[in-house]
T-cell receptor, first 111, second 113 residues
Framework: SQELEQSPQSLIVQEGKNLTINCTSS?????LYWYKQKYGEGLIFLMM?????EEKSHEKITAKLDEKKQQSSLHITASQPSHAGIYLC???????????FGTGTSLTVIP | KAGVTQTPRYLIKTRGQQVTLSCSPI?????VSWYQQTPGQGLQFLFE???????NKGNFPGRFSGRQFSNSRSEMNVSTLELGDSALYLC????????????FGPGTRLLVL
């Protein structure tokens, strides 16, 4: 079983459309990270959320953390082809020994 | 600052061989973590080194080992390679103080034949 589940698994949207990716934890979240990965490459850090209710934005990407629901969402406004890639959430679930990543969401943006 | 670098970028090995991958962290970062990424299992934590000591370990067999040098550079070794070890191996560095951002290298793609 996965400690961090992402939905949807994949997403195909028309350029200009808005979209949301969710990340749900099976354990209490003590901070949540969002990364983006181009296929076969390293991860690019997007944002880190530390407190319940926290919301951060960078360009057209907004991330929120709902600690009570043990969930985070990543919202992209007016998607562009440059947003395409795999989005991964990651968290230290305070298990004492490792950092976990979500199952990943593959985003395709059609021009 | 230069980012995290990993060498080599691509590697082809045969079953039974061993392999060593290298990771140079961002200057000033003392923690290096290693991850394995496969289509089936996703991104999985291997281990973390901080100040030349293994601080955390994931659920991988003993064939996977690592070390860290005094300059924080890290190496990962996989012995007796199996076909299932084919993966993208990523390393990430951070300051090592906890609850902080990890910065990733471009990865080493290992193919085991």
């Amino acid at each position: 079983s996965q400690e961090l589940e992402q939905s949807p698994q994949s997403l195909i949207v028309q350029e200009g459309k808005n979209l949301t990716i969710n990340c749900t934890s099976s354990k209490t979240l003590y901070g949540l990270y969002w990364y983006k990965q181009k296929y076969g490459e390293g991860l690019i850090f997007l944002m880190m959320l530390q407190k319940g209710g926290e919301e951060k934005s960078h360009e057209k990407i907004t991330a929120k953390l709902d600690e009570k629901k043990q969930q985070s969402s990543l919202h992209i406004t007016a998607s562009q082809p440059s947003h395409a890639g795999i989005y991964l959430c990651g968290a230290d679930l305070n298990t004492g020994n490792q950092f976990y990543f979500g199952t990943g969401t593959s985003l395709t943006v059609i021009p | 600052k230069a980012g995290v670098t990993q060498t080599p970028r691509y590697l082809i090995k045969t079953r039974g061989q061993q392999v060593t991958l290298s990771c140079s962290p961002i200057s000033g970062h003392r923690s290096v973590s290693w991850y394995q990424q496969t289509p089936g299992q996703g991104l999985q934590f291997l281990f973390e080194y901080f100040s030349e000591t293994q601080r955390n370990k994931g659920n991988f067999p003993g064939r996977f080992s690592g070390r860290q040098f005094s300059n924080s550079r890290s190496e990962m070794n996989v012995s007796t390679l199996e076909l299932g070890d084919s993966a993208l191996y990523l390393c990430a560095s951070s300051l090592g103080r906890g609850q902080e951002t990890q910065y990733f290298g471009p990865g080493t793609r290992l193919l085991v034949l």
